[in-house]
């Protein structure tokens, strides 16, 4: 069955369902590897239950359009596969967007569907204009870690407008990509 990207809308209930239950399942094994590495639990974290924080992010991972951004579901057949988005960064960095909520389930990795997702939303930036892209990865993350260095992304510090709670910024990978600029 071939590999669709779908851009999630919400009048499609289809789509609302799975993009929240994948950002619900995405922030719980996030929220799992945390509580592993501080010891608190999301709730802490957070400051709202896992349920709350998902519902109130949603508008500012996946709600942007081109050419300011843009959000994928991965389908085959019936089985939504993963997620992935585009999003820009506040005015404080222009020309910048952030790659956000990149997640294939655990069952769907080891494909190469990370790197055909990663590599579908640098194009979208590189036609949307944007001259940098960003993105924060946990330390256990290390699969994706290889997946962004492929790429080309590299170490780079905190960026403002990450949504990474300041007490984990010593834990966690930021990095950057600079992109070739269009002719």
């Known amino acids: 069955m071939p590999l669709e990207f779908l851009t999630?809308?919400?009048?499609?209930p289809e789509h609302r369902q799975a993009l929240l239950n994948l950002q619900t399942e995405y922030?719980?094994?996030?929220?799992?590897?945390?509580?592993?590495?501080?010891?608190?639990?999301?709730?802490?974290?957070?400051?709202?239950s896992l349920t709350d924080y998902v519902l109130n992010s949603l508008p500012k991972?996946?709600?942007?359009?081109?050419?300011?951004?843009?959000?994928?579901?991965?389908?085959?057949g019936d089985?939504?596969?993963?997620?992935g988005g585009l999003r820009p960064l506040s005015s404080l960095r222009p020309n910048c967007a952030e790659i956000k909520r990149l997640y294939l389930?655990?069952?769907?990795r080891g494909r190469g569907l990370g790197q055909q997702l990663l590599a579908r939303l640098l194009a979208d930036?590189?036609?949307?204009?944007?001259e940098r892209v960003l993105l924060d990865s946990a330390p256990f993350m290390q699969a994706a870690h290889r997946i962004y260095r492929a790429a080309g992304f590299q170490d780079?510090?905190?960026?403002a407008g990450v949504e990474v709670p300041q007490a984990l910024h010593p834990q966690w990978h930021f990095?950057?990509?600079?992109?070739?600029?269009r002719a």
């Open 175 to 181: 990095m950057a990509l600079n992109l070739p600029q």
């Open 61 to 76: 991972v996946c709600a942007q359009r081109p050419p300011q951004g843009q959000f994928y579901l991965l389908r085959e």
């Open 105 to 108: 389930r655990p069952a769907c």
């Open 125 to 130: 930036a590189q036609a949307f204009g944007y």
């Open 8 to 12: 999630p809308t919400e009048q499609n």
């Open 27 to 48: 922030m719980a094994w996030v929220m799992d590897g945390v509580q592993a590495l501080t010891g608190q639990t999301p709730e802490a974290l957070l400051g709202c």
């Open 79 to 83: 089985a939504w596969l993963g997620m």
């Open 156 to 159: 780079c510090p905190a960026y």
